[in-house]
């Protein structure tokens, strides 16, 4: 296999190979990407804040539930206790006695009452926001909807230009020394990306840019595969 032109298929390989971190990098880089990482947190904040409040509402109902209960069945004591305290026929300490505990019950009721009514308002003041962050979490997620769909479709389109690249990649690998695929994917790896460039007039490295004296391309010129001395990157003549 003649050197030379493995270190220009060499070349082609690198110029496919930086398309295709281009096109990776795009995918990652999407401002539309951003926005729906933005909105899918949003959503899932608004989810978590849907099922805290939704979870007070179910303990504020079951505790209202509960009082009621209890109000029904005091104020059904209350009124048996009213019955026997009117119909008579007990005696005076008997009575005043009964009239003590119906004044005790009816301030227990009173009591409960105003329990019942604390957690009704608190229960529709829940039920209220409940609603309006469904309102909000509907919004939130139709934004996320939308934006994931961009960003699917931007993919999709990526993906494609990828594909080909890769496609071409495939047939220009097998032209290249095994070994020197080798070396160039360990050096792509510490050289951002850039294993080779050319040595382009007046002796300037085509990977870092720096220029080598005359004596220096002299030097890099007679190795069986040129490298930079700054940079150690592959060099084309």
Same mark, same amino acid.
């Given at each position: 296999m003649n050197e030379f032109q493995s270190l220009v +298929?060499?070349?082609? /390989? %690198?110029? #496919? +190979? /930086?398309? &295709?971190?281009?096109?990776l990098h795009q995918r990652q880089s999407l401002p539309e990407l951003e926005l729906f990482r933005a909105a899918h947190a949003r959503s899932v904040q608004i989810s978590n804040r849907l099922a805290e409040i939704s979870d007070e509402f179910r303990q504020i109902s079951l505790k209202e539930d509960k009082a009621e209960g209890e109000l029904e069945l005091l104020e059904q004591k209350v009124?048996?206790?009213? %019955?026997?305290?009117? =119909?008579?026929? /007990?005696? =005076?300490?008997?009575?005043?006695?009964?009239?003590?505990? *119906?004044e005790s019950l009816r301030t227990r009721e009173s009591t409960m009452e105003d329990e019942v009514l604390s957690l009704l308002d608190r229960r529709e003041l829940?039920?209220?926001? @409940?609603?309006? &962050?469904? *309102?909000?979490l509907e919004a939130? %997620?139709?934004?996320?909807?939308? /934006?994931?769909? &961009? @960003?699917g479709e931007e993919w999709k389109k990526l993906d494609a230009e990828i594909a080909k690249k890769e496609v071409r990649k495939q047939d220009i690998v097998p032209l290249i020394d095994p070994e020197l695929i080798e070396l160039y994917e360990n050096l792509r790896e510490h050289k951002e990306g #850039? =294993? &080779?460039?050319?040595? @382009?007039?007046g002796g300037i490295c085509g990977g870092c840019h720096l220029r080598l004296s005359t004596a220096e391309q002299r030097q890099v010129l007679s190795e069986e595969l040129p490298r930079c001395l700054h940079c150690r990157r592959i060099l084309v003549p």
């Open positions: +298929d060499l070349l082609d /390989l %690198q110029a #496919v +190979d /930086l398309q &295709i971190d281009r096109f009124h048996q206790k009213e %019955q026997r305290l009117f =119909a008579g026929g /007990l005696s =005076a300490r008997d009575t005043d006695n009964m009239r003590r505990e *119906v829940l039920e209220t926001e @409940v609603a309006a &962050i469904k *309102v909000e939130a %997620q139709t934004e996320e909807r939308r /934006l994931e769909a &961009i @960003v #850039v =294993a &080779i460039g050319r040595l @382009v007039d």
